[in-house]
């Protein structure tokens, strides 16, 4: 209200002095008033303007605080150690005392987006995409037997639920054999 009043006033200072039918108007004072309930709604509105600059701030502080957690401390096993080693600053932010951070480490690394097995994931997404159904099928024959090999029982039973094919000792199609001197 009053930032209100003075820009008034600086509006009619510019114009002064006004002269009309006989009267001249050297100066000029203004004085605004205004309802409560105009005042409330105004108070309000600032103060939803003011948290959600505060929401907003908090929000880029915690994306400030992952991603120097992640570039800088759990860039590597060595730099996760050493910052654990001094006590860090809350505003800085780091892992709590129970983390364990070579753990922590090879998690981020494994799901970075430049990761080996993140890059063949998205390679087999891939090529996956563009097999036949009867391809998809062979593939999943092979990797049955794949993991019947090398892999647990229980990963066994789970890709055998999903595939619908519970006989995994199956031979394996000639043509999807691959053949050492290839």
Do not use: C
């Amino acid at each position: 209200m009053h930032a209100a009043e003075e820009d008034i006033e600086a509006a009619l200072r510019i114009k002064l002095p006004i002269v009309a039918d006989g009267i001249e108007v050297f100066g000029a004072h203004v004085s605004l008033s205004v309802d409560q309930d105009t005042i409330d709604a105004a108070m309000q509105l600032e103060r939803l303007l003011r948290e959600h600059e505060l929401d907003d701030l908090a929000r880029r502080q915690a994306k400030g605080r992952a991603d120097f957690l992640r570039e800088e401390i759990l860039k590597d096993p060595a730099s996760a150690q050493i910052y654990a080693m001094f006590e860090l600053s809350p505003r800085i932010g780091g892992p709590s005392a129970n983390i364990n951070l070579d753990r922590l480490v090879q998690q981020v690394n494994e799901w970075h987006p430049e990761s080996r097995w993140i890059a063949v994931a998205q390679i087999l997404h891939d090529f996956l995409s563009n097999l036949s159904e009867g391809g998809r099928k062979d593939l999943l024959n092979i990797v049955q037997h794949a993991l019947s090999l090398l892999g647990t029982p229980e990963q066994v039973a789970r890709l055998s639920n999903f595939s619908g094919r519970p006989d995994i000792a199956a031979p394996l199609p000639e043509a999807s054999i691959p053949r050492q001197d290839e």
